[in-house]
């Protein structure tokens, strides 16, 4: 029998283990690290309408249904056929069940006021009806549901606890692995009669609060004798299918993270970031006051992710789904078609509808059934309206855990009510994202415009520049903001900031040309001058050369003329020379 | 082990003042085994030639106990005169086992 549950265990343990029976009940074996301890019997106890039977009901039914293990259902409570229409609800078919030999359910009726107590008693009958039961079908699987009816039908408490006693042995001795439930005492007391006393393997303790108005439920392993167990308060979730818990903080920080990149849908965004857009498996905030668009943020992320074919899963708060559809065609950002293509799915639900715990099952549990890529959830701070700021953000904190060990994106929204920005940290979940978005409003010359700008993004190079965000018919962008000599221009303002360069620019241009053509012309002149000048020069020169060939050809004629003379003197002029050598 | 006493005797009476007894037991155990000894002296005594008795072995037949709705062990079930009542234990408390069959003490 061991054997064949460690085989349906989800996890495996390397070292010795108490041999316990997976309930099969959603998110309780995770805390309990594989189910209840077989063959011994657990208490479950706690308050009227706090979910006792159907737990133990659960455990039976998916004992049958998932680990073909009969079981045997003890009802003081309630009749068979109230019980088996009670959870017609939540799928379980009783009727058919019994017919198939796998489950019996024994209704004991027991009335004090038809009982006269004569004498020395046993409650043999009830060993003989549980032990017929068990052997009729094999039953491996037992639940008491309540046994301490027993003490308000019988008055000989002695006898009563001698045979409670006697029946969590016999329990033990035939093997089966039961749950006895209890309805929580006064004072210190877990149940009434303090069964605790006789069922001390394992204890759950059930809650029901009422906090604002809003039910949770919750569960606690109070002891579990020999195992190792999840001690915090778990939230659960009665719905259509059954009890789910959610075992939120056994989760470590061990996740794997990717490098991989996804879009957000706006070009210029993923430009700011890196070139890329955030981290797969990330988380994004993105927060601004009212009016600013992180709705429009959000739908195009959610345009994007379904285009590149994945799945996404929008939480919506606020809007009801039609409502964000009808929007977001305005900026021409078709959701319609992937809600269609089952790629987009909304969640539309008030907050108010249950409390946080119950909020985070819920989504848990759509979650796991549509395995999306990225997770919405529009308006985070919707949610302050059911539990104060530290509960929000502890259960984000638990939302963000389990997304990113499912590797899912998720982008939440929330809006700031105040405009200084750095003061309101958005519930305190800034500190928990990867990327903080921040679209805010700038209120400038008469006019309201959007900035955007990141205020971080984990591991990645980011633009620290203020962004024009700008919503449009063809969809969102984001544009430079101006930085003119006054500072930043954003809006009517920078355009006409352009406008006015433009025109300057034109001026200039003008200006430039007639400065050229001056200069032009005063080059003319100059070069007209210096051609004057030059041919003035030519003159004197040639003035200068005629002198100089004058001066020669008179210098020469002068010579022919002297020794021609003295020619005519007969001197001899080489002769005088040579004598002079 | 079924005993049954019938007894329809001199004093001509209705049916319908017959009391209709059945003793649930667990063999010879000895609450059960005193439940009927104290049972048949009380029987005798006081509803002499105007019950009739049926005493059943549980082990015997399991499937009773379900159907009957036994919980504590012995017990009496008053099937007639109405109200249905239940008598558990060992009879030993002879006014409690009176009171329950609806019987004054003195007659």
Redesign the interface.
């Known amino acids: 029998m061991t054997n064949h549950h460690h085989k349906n265990k989800k996890t495996v343990f390397n070292y010795p283990q108490i041999p316990k029976t997976p309930t099969g009940i959603n998110g309780l074996d995770e805390i309990t690290e594989g189910g209840i301890p077989t063959g011994r019997p657990t208490l479950i106890c706690g308050g009227a309408g706090c979910g006792k039977t159907l737990m133990s009901l659960e455990f039976i039914v998916r004992g049958i249904t998932q680990f073909n293990e009969p079981g045997v259902f003890m009802a003081f409570e309630e009749k068979t056929a109230e019980l088996a229409m009670n959870v017609t609800s939540l799928g379980f078919d009783l009727v058919k069940l019994q017919e198939e030999k796998k489950l019996k359910l024994d209704y004991v009726h027991i009335d004090r006021s038809e009982i006269e107590e004569t004498g020395e008693y046993d409650l043999e009958g009830l060993f003989i009806r549980l032990g017929f039961a068990i052997d009729s079908i094999g039953a491996k699987r037992v639940v008491l549901d309540t046994i301490e009816s027993l003490f308000s039908g019988l008055t000989n408490q002695g006898i009563l606890r001698a045979e409670l006693r006697r029946l969590f042995t016999w329990l033990k001795e035939k093997g089966v692995t039961a749950i006895i439930t209890g309805e929580r005492g006064e004072g210190n007391t877990f149940t009434r009669q303090g069964l605790e006393e006789y069922v001390s393997d394992c204890v759950i303790l059930l809650d029901h609060r009422v906090i604002n108005q809003i039910s949770t439920r919750r569960l606690r392993v109070l002891k579990y004798r020999g195992s190792l167990h999840g001690t915090n308060e778990y939230p659960f979730l009665i719905d259509e299918d059954g009890i789910s818990v959610l075992p939120v903080t056994s989760l470590k920080l061990e996740k794997e993270v990717s490098t991989d990149r996804i879009s957000s849908g706006i070009p210029a965004l993923d430009k700011m970031l890196d070139k890329k857009g955030f981290f797969k498996g990330g988380s994004v905030l993105v927060s601004g006051t009212a009016g600013t668009g992180k709705t429009s943020i959000a739908a195009c992320f959610a345009n994007e992710t379904c285009k590149q074919q994945k799945r996404c899963l929008y939480f919506a708060f606020e809007e009801s789904p039609k409502q964000i559809i009808r929007n977001m065609k305005s900026i021409s950002v078709d959701l319609q078609q992937h809600v269609d293509d089952e790629l987009l799915m909304f969640h539309a639900s008030r907050p108010t509808l249950y409390g946080l715990e119950q909020h985070l099952v819920a989504m848990y549990k759509i979650i796991q059934s549509f395995k999306p890529d990225v997770v919405i959830l529009d308006p985070i701070t919707n949610l302050v309206t059911i539990g104060s700021v530290s509960e929000v953000k502890a259960m984000l904190i638990r939302l963000i855990d389990f997304l990113q060990e499912e590797q899912i994106t998720v982008m939440f929204t929330a809006l700031t009510l105040n405009s200084v920005v750095s003061e309101q940290t958005d519930e305190g979940v800034s500190s928990l994202v990867d990327t903080w978005l921040l679209v805010r409003d700038i209120e400038f010359n008469g006019e309201r415009n959007r900035g955007m700008y990141i205020m971080k993004s984990r591991g990645m190079k980011h633009s620290n520049q203020v962004r024009e965000f700008i919503i449009t018919d063809k969809g969102i962008d984001l544009v430079d903001v101006y930085l003119g000599p006054d500072g930043v221009l954003i809006g009517s303002a920078r355009e006409a900031q352009k406008l006015q360069e433009k025109t300057g620019e034109v001026l200039r241009t003008n200006a430039l040309s007639m400065k050229d053509r001056e200069i032009d012309r005063k080059r003319k002149v100059l070069q007209a001058k210096i051609a004057s000048l030059q041919s003035e020069f030519e003159s004197a020169e040639e003035e200068l050369n005629r002198i100089s060939i004058e001066e020669e050809l008179v210098k020469k004629i002068t010579e022919n003329n002297r020794s021609a003379l003295t020619k005519l003197r007969r001197g001899d002029v080489h002769n005088e020379n040579n004598n002079g050598i | 082990m079924i005993e049954q006493h019938r007894v329809t005797e001199e004093n001509n009476l209705v049916s319908e003042d017959i009391y209709r007894l059945r003793l649930?037991v667990?063999g010879a155990?000895p609450?059960s085994s005193?439940?009927i000894s104290?049972l048949k002296d009380i029987c005798e005594t006081y509803l002499k030639g105007r019950y009739e008795l049926e005493i059943i072995d549980?082990?015997q037949q399991?499937?009773i106990?379900?159907n009957e709705?036994?919980?504590?062990?012995?017990?009496?079930i008053k099937k007639f005169p109405f109200?249905?009542?239940?008598?558990?234990?060992?009879?030993?408390?002879l006014n409690?086992?009176l009171?329950?069959l609806s019987i004054a003490a003195n007659t």
């Open positions: 649930f667990t155990t609450n005193r439940a104290n549980v082990y399991p499937l106990v379900e709705q036994i919980i504590a062990l012995p017990v009496l109200p249905e009542r239940r008598l558990i234990g060992d009879m030993s408390d409690k086992v009171k329950g």
